[in-house]
């Protein structure tokens, strides 16, 4: 599929160090699903067993594949170049927790974080032919605002702590902001391309967030518009 002229591989538990040095290569977007799909069918089992081809068989056949899958996963972390991004294959009784898939990949996998906040925002607007409209915080482009409580590229898990949300916030210009410093989505916010409906707070904020004497440090002053 690579040597065909595919932009994007999802999945790829069974692929080798053989594609991924071709995948690299070519600029082939790569996409596993490592820390959600399959942990969500087993902790949801009695909601799909007998439905379908969920029997014991196939139940035993997911609980095996975690452990390859992040084998995979770490092998291809191995591979500098290769553009890893964020996809879950969310199933029922995944949606929402998206999130899930980053920390695993950081806590378990061992992406750093950085690379994972990039892998779920502009890298995956990239894959999808759409970084020129979001992605990124910078003038013009729409986003998907949260506020966390903490540094997640320093805990990953502060992805899942958050203060508030805003949800197709429309162009960066229309938000009330003031001047970034100069560590855009460290501290403050996080521009995700994944559903975040459930995480919103409401309403129509607006944020202030200017920077002190010292870099990668700054307040930020939310204010409801309800």
């Known amino acids: 599929a690579v040597a065909a002229g595919c932009t994007a591989i999802s999945h790829g538990s069974q692929l080798t160090d053989r594609e991924f040095a071709l995948m690299a290569q070519k600029g082939t977007y790569f996409e596993p699903n490592v820390g959600l799909v399959s942990q969500n069918y087993l902790e949801n089992r009695e909601r799909y067993i007998g439905t379908g081809n969920f029997n014991e068989e196939a139940f035993k056949t997911t609980e095996a594949s975690i452990p390859l899958k992040l084998e995979m996963f770490k092998r291809a972390l191995k591979h500098r170049g290769l553009k890893i991004v964020t996809g879950t294959d969310a199933v029922a009784g995944a949606h929402g927790r998206n999130v899930r898939e980053i920390i695993y990949r950081v806590n378990v996998g061992g992406q750093p974080a950085m690379d994972a906040i990039i892998g779920a ?18 003038p013009g482009l729409e986003a998907d605002l949260i506020a966390v409580d903490g540094n997640p590229a320093q805990d990953i898990t502060a992805l899942e702590r958050v203060i508030l949300g805003r949800e197709s916030a429309g162009p960066w210009q229309q938000l009330r902001l003031g001047e970034m410093y100069e560590e855009p989505a460290l501290r403050i916010l996080l521009v995700l391309l994944f559903q975040t409906a459930d995480l919103v707070a409401g309403g129509i904020w607006h944020l202030d967030a200017r920077r002190s004497g010292r870099r990668g440090e700054g307040r930020c002053t939310v204010q409801s518009a309800r």
């Open 121 to 138: 925002t502009s890298l995956n607007a990239e894959a999808l032919g759409m970084a020129d409209r979001v992605g990124t915080v910078i």
